[in-house]
């Protein structure tokens, strides 16, 4: 085994195999950087590309994709609060916070640092684990892993804030937005309102973006300014500062690196679950973090980064070890082994031992370059905050609609982005928890999915299996326990906000926006439960189950904001960047949503990209109030850079609009139907 490993890295460190692999590294930091893409649309643009390659320059090309798509994501994410992809959406919670406070620097020190350990340390995980492991991968089954997807629920008070119910609620919006769609045990269409776009679920990519990219995108708008509101960022201090911050927290680092290796490794969890729960766990286990996470913490992003590298080394696990999948772009790796003739399992340790470790090197190389890219230029990105929202917003706000419609290639994808924005938007003002709800619907499918098998195999005895007790036990703990110990310190349970004057009911104490949201979730649970009556009973377990459980929570917060005294003026809004009652800034957040709405409507007269040239140039004269040429110029280059990416590349279908219908001679003024 060590000859082969010495004989890998030689062969991975071959110039032209190293050229290869530095191209997948670019790339791959390149589809991280745009919002929606993420690594499985990168993995598929490389693959056919890989055909006249040798295996080892083939996979190494591809695994450095995959490896660094996790570090480039970071940029959106600490930048604009926008996750690269859905990934980085832990990310956001204290990155975006310490950009605003002008650490963009040294969030990107930390995030990049970490990520290299991480991915390090996943890679060196994959070298030692795969003999080891084998039996161990073969124990997780689909009760150990319902229960981990409970665990993952649990988390969702660590990430709500000063009140818990309210994060609950949402996370059981969550839950039910998971159940619309066809269901997979039953063929019952649940929600669906007769649109076939709903038949297959509401896709993720929108939902992500719409709750944490346009609310940020708005609140900038409505701000002004730039994105960093603190001292302007040095040149080198933020950065090894950042760095200084990892390599003092290295437990954490272990911690969280060991934690995504071994989530990867588990088929089915996906990556989009593995930063909540290493961030949840670092907020519940790091010290001080209830008062620091959420609010620029950098603990919360070398927590998020180093899980989110790892897991790549950890999902290799299955895939070499017994040709399962550990996450979707895996799967696209499957593909390119078949390509050329390499077939998983036994083999991948005996005959194709150099082979194996070669594509541990290749991502343990690919760490290292794309770190150090990361490093070189960290800086301009950094500066990026200081530049002008009016210039800025419509480029991030461009990229963030095309992520979601090449999603499904569909307009309702740009539909269900702007709404989920606005949702976003109104949970951002209000207080109540938009990672409770991304993480919710992350879990939902899974949840069920697996609840079905383990009831299906063993009835309600599957929660008597070892490991599954262990882990609902420590789930049950981390929900309760905090509870107790609030009541035995004389707090209530529900918030930690209140203060000690007697419970009185009035209207007056609370914020009607905020009641009237409440209301809203308690109507919305009343009609799933109305609504689910004739289905089938495996198509409404978990339906019945969480809209009663939501039902109960959200009727919870409407007793606790008529019968509590908030400590902060009710209808604070603790997220926001600028005051929406005041008039301007609420002006500007309105005409923001307004014009996304017009854009969506426009689609359908003038086109994707023609009417994306249109919303670009009116919030860059009229909300951003640049000049007609450099509106022009910034519009020019977006659109063109949009076109050889989502066409030339990815090979998106366009709508046909009106105007092309009504006059086709303007489609042969076009290389593609883009009318």
Known sequence: MENAAFDAIGIVLDPARFGFLTIGVIIGLAVGIIPGLGGLVGLSILLPFTYSLDPYAALAMLLALSAVVATGDTIPAVLFGVPGTVGSAATVLDGYPMAQKGEAGRAFGAAFSASLIGGLLGALILLVSIPILRPLVLLIGPPELFALCLFGISLVAMLSGANRMKGLAAACLGLLLATV???????????????????????????ALGMFALPELAGLMMRGGSISQGPRPTAMTGQWQGIKDTLANPGLVFRSSFLGAALGAIPGLGASIIDWIAYGLA???????????????????????????????????????????GT???????????IHGIVPGQAMLTDKLDLTYAMVWSIALANVVGAGICFLFANQLARLALVPVGILVPGVLAMTLLGAFQTGASVHDIYAVIGFGLLGMCFKLLGWSRPAVVLGFVLGSLIERYLVISYSLAGGAFVLRPLVALILLATLAGVVLPVLLRIWQGGPAGTSQTTRSPLRLSLR??????????LGFVGLFLYALATQAGWPFKARLMPIVFAALGLLISSGVVVQMLAVRPAAPAGAAPEAEADPRQPEARGRGLRFFASCIVYAGLIHVAGVLPSLGVLMLYLLIVEGRQSWGRAVLVTVVVLLASYVLFHLLVHLPWPNALIGDLFPGLRSWFPTDIV
């Not at 979707?328 to 078949?338: D, H, K, T, W």
């Open 328 to 338: 979707a772009s895996m799967a696209i790796l499957l593909g390119a082994f078949q």
């Open 181 to 207: 769609g066809d269901d997979p045990n039953t063929a019952t269409p649940r929600w669906t309102f007769g649109t076939f776009y709903l038949f297959d679920g509401i896709p993720l990519v929108p939902l």
């Open 509 to 518: 104490q609370v914020s009607a926006p905020d009641l009237a949201l409440a």
């Open 283 to 325: 907020a519940k286990t790091v010290k001080g973090a209830d008062q620091t996470f959420g609010k620029g913490d950098v603990r919360g992003v070398i927590a998020s980064e180093s899980s989110n590298n790892a897991k790549e080394g950890g999902s290799l696990i299955p895939t070499i070890a017994f040709g399962i999948p």
